[in-house]
């Protein structure tokens, strides 16, 4: 008889650790599951900015050639259509000042061009790409007494472009010798 109750109390011992050891097996597998969940989410989200900036570049590169087409095609630099002569040096002072007060979701003080001219609002794009042109007369060759100093007129061209959302902003900028 001795035997019989010691199995009856081993059994019951070992039924109670198998629900400790399938609890913790189910919340394990559960942690499992949530982590790859946000794992998943998190890529997705990476996905969704990736494509907006390669919109963003994409618009901004856009907005950039147009720039430069109109910069070789309209030789008036006075203000219009986001086109201006810089003043004499120091050019980085002029550059500096167009970066500061120029506000490219509400510009004020300058125009800004607002590119591509004549086409329909993007639905990828929150705003339509915009972009300034500089002017600046450089020395092309070197001074020779007695002669005329040669020049050669660039345009500084700088251009953003927006993604889906407007926090997207690439900014693009080239010189152009014209």
Known sequence: MPCRVMLQHGAALERGIALIIGLIILAVLSLIGVAAFSVSTQEERMAGNSRDRIRAFEAAEAALRDCENFATTNALFDGTDGSYTAPLPP?????E???QITNWTSPGGFTIRSVPTGTIQNPEWSQQPMCVVEQFQVQSKP??????VQTTAIAHVTAHGYGTNKKTVVQLESYYAM
């Open 91 to 95: 050019l980085q002072s002029f550059t």
């Open 143 to 148: 001074i020779q007494l007695g002669s005329a």
């Open 97 to 99: 000042q167009i970066q």
